[in-house]
């Protein structure tokens, strides 16, 4: 088969099964409502659980750090691209979050493909959460360890896999908050099991950085863990983009050492620096705005839980309505637009077959009567 063949082929299965994908363009994504086609609609379906996208110190921050800096760091951190923003940065997120070291990186893809690639040689093991992000569990397939996944969230599985023979390290990888599910890994459970194996264990934080625990320090801080390796994101509650990973100096300079993504890639933007230190000023002041979330996530649930929809058991921002079939599932993602409610549909391969939802995502800057009018719409299209 010729490339131009398997392409077709593999674009036609896609389409078959209703679960082919297409971006749309959107005059305004971000924000409690997004604008498409000239029309808004209350948007469910961001992870700017906290409204920073579009809060007006944050806006500033980056314009004066862009009228301070310019707009490009002008070459990787190994070479002229490291500021003393990128610094001042790293600093704040250690003294937050209580670890020696911080290292930037663009995406929370690129930090998470970085440090496992750095880290996970042949003889090793990568024993990861079967539900892990994507670019976790590329990154363990990719490199030369061994890659197994135990069943989500379940510490004897992880155990078991624990206890089998490995010549070199164990690596445990899972995540503080499931991004299609939205529930919380026991991570104290986990942490205990890779420590008593002598494993080391790396936490992405991704959805639950800047919503969780004391000052919005995330999943580890509130259940009490320091993983090794944290990896926090900042598309999600920090409402910008870029991550970090928090580790021990001697990680961290290992990583400078071997971590390509970071090596071989233009740094960010010492105005984006700027950018996400005002965003965690306001994330570790934030108090009022976690409660709000909190809220909404409880009104949510409550009325919720009379939709003929499969509500999961879920604490966080993060609420998917199971609805089955992919076909059925976007047809209410479409009927509930036209209503004015952006919800997105997530079909497989991202969830597990059968199980294509609406990932309802809340967020603070949502009201209490956005929250009503969400769940009377779904009460009419659901005929409850
Ligand atoms: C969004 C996400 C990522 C990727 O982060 P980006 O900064 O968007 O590249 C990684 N891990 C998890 C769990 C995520 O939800």
Not at 166 to 174: A, F, K, N
Not at 251 to 257: E, G, N, R
Not at 269 to 285: G, H, K, W
Not at 293 to 306: E, V
Request: proline share 3%; aromatic share 6%; with cysteine.
């Amino acid at each position: 088969m010729t490339w131009q063949q398997r392409i077709e082929q593999q674009l036609a299965q896609r389409r078959a099964d209703d679960s082919f994908r297409t971006r749309q363009v959107h005059e305004r994504g971000s924000g409690r409502f997004l604008v498409s086609s000239g029309r808004r609609h209350l948007n469910f379906s961001s992870n700017d659980y906290l409204g920073l996208s579009q809060h007006p110190d944050v806006i500033r921050a980056w314009q004066k750090g862009a009228e301070e800096y310019g707009v490009g760091s002008g070459g990787s951190g190994h070479v002229t691209g490291y500021g003393e923003a990128h610094k001042q940065l790293e600093d704040e997120l250690c003294d937050w979050l209580g670890y020696p070291r911080a290292l930037l990186f663009i995406s929370g893809f690129a930090a998470n493909q970085a440090a496992i690639a750095a880290l996970a040689q042949k003889q090793d093991r990568i024993i990861a959460d079967r539900l892990s992000h994507a670019s976790l569990l590329e990154a363990a397939m990719l490199s030369p360890a061994q890659l197994r996944r135990f069943a989500h969230n379940d510490v004897q599985a992880l155990d078991g896999l624990l206890a089998g023979d490995c010549e070199g390290g164990q690596l445990v990888v899972t995540e503080g908050v499931f991004s299609m599910d939205g529930d919380q890994a026991p991570l104290g459970d986990i942490a205990a099991a890779t420590r008593r194996a002598g494993g080391w264990l790396l936490v992405d934080d991704a959805h639950g950085i800047g919503v969780l625990g004391e000052e919005g320090r995330g999943s580890c801080y509130q259940q009490q863990v320091q993983p090794e390796i944290l990896i926090v994101t900042f598309g999600k509650a920090f409402g910008v983009s870029g991550a970090a990973v928090l580790c021990s100096a001697d990680v961290a300079d290992y990583l400078l050492q071997f971590a390509r993504h970071l090596i071989y890639s233009t740094a960010m933007p010492p105005a984006q620096a700027c950018t996400l230190s005002a965003a965690l000023r306001v994330i570790r002041s934030g108090e009022e705005r976690r409660e709000r979330l909190r809220r909404n996530i409880a009104d949510f649930r409550l009325g919720a839980a009379r939709l003929p929809l499969g509500l999961r058991d879920s604490q966080t921002a993060i609420q998917p309505l199971i609805v089955g079939e992919n076909a059925r599932t976007l047809e209410l993602a479409a009927r509930m637009r036209e209503r004015g409610f952006w919800l997105t549909a997530i079909r497989p391969p991202t969830v597990p077959a059968g199980s294509a939802r609406l990932r309802v995502t809340l967020t603070a800057d949502h009201t209490r009567d956005d929250i009503a009018a969400l769940l009377e719409a779904l009460y009419d299209e659901t005929g409850k």
